[in-house]
């Protein structure tokens, strides 16, 4: 993914208010992210733990979109284990968080929404890649490459973006 600035990352947003995306919380290590890995620039509001944010580019000519999203509440034990729909990555106990957000134009307008369920810190190009791993989670062992991994989660993010355009 490409470094993104904070006028790219305001204007990018499809699903909130411009209002919205102006007042919403950046975070602060944009430039030290490591951007040649990402699939999409994920991050959770400091000030609002129930919200959280994911830009990615999208479509044939690869344009920025940017949605808001929301987490549900949860209270799950520390053996219980769930698997991001994104990553195919495991995680123990709030490491997975149903994330939705509101439909983009009219549909949003009248309430509709999307979910899915996503790695809570929003890390999931970071597993598939091994930069990084689950604290009490895993990730399964596959057959196939990393390439393909990181393609089949790129089309997994396109089809959740695509529900909620």
């Not at 733990?49 to 994911?54: E, H, K, S, V």
């Not at 940017?66 to 949860?74: D, E, F, K, Y």
Request: proline share 5%.
């Amino acid at each position: 993914m490409k470094p993104l600035t904070e006028p790219d990352i305001r204007a990018s947003f499809v699903n909130c208010s411009k209002g919205e995306a102006k007042r919403l919380s950046l975070p602060r290590d944009l430039a030290e992210r490591p951007w040649d890995d990402l699939d999409f620039l994920g991050w959770r509001d400091p000030g609002a733990p129930d919200r959280a944010y994911l830009i990615a580019p999208h479509g044939d000519d690869d344009q920025i979109v940017g949605v808001t999203l929301r987490l549900a509440s949860q209270q799950r034990g520390f053996l219980h284990r769930n698997m991001c729909s994104l990553c195919l990555t495991t995680h123990g106990g709030n490491g997975v968080s149903l994330m939705t957000g509101r439909r983009a134009g009219e549909a949003g307008r009248r309430g509709d929404s999307v979910g899915a369920y996503i790695c809570t810190d929003l890390a999931c190009s970071l597993y598939v890649r091994g930069r990084k791993t689950p604290d009490t989670g895993t990730r399964l062992r596959e057959t196939l490459t990393v390439e393909e991994q990181v393609e089949r989660t790129r089309g997994k993010l396109a089809a959740f973006l695509a529900r909620l355009l």
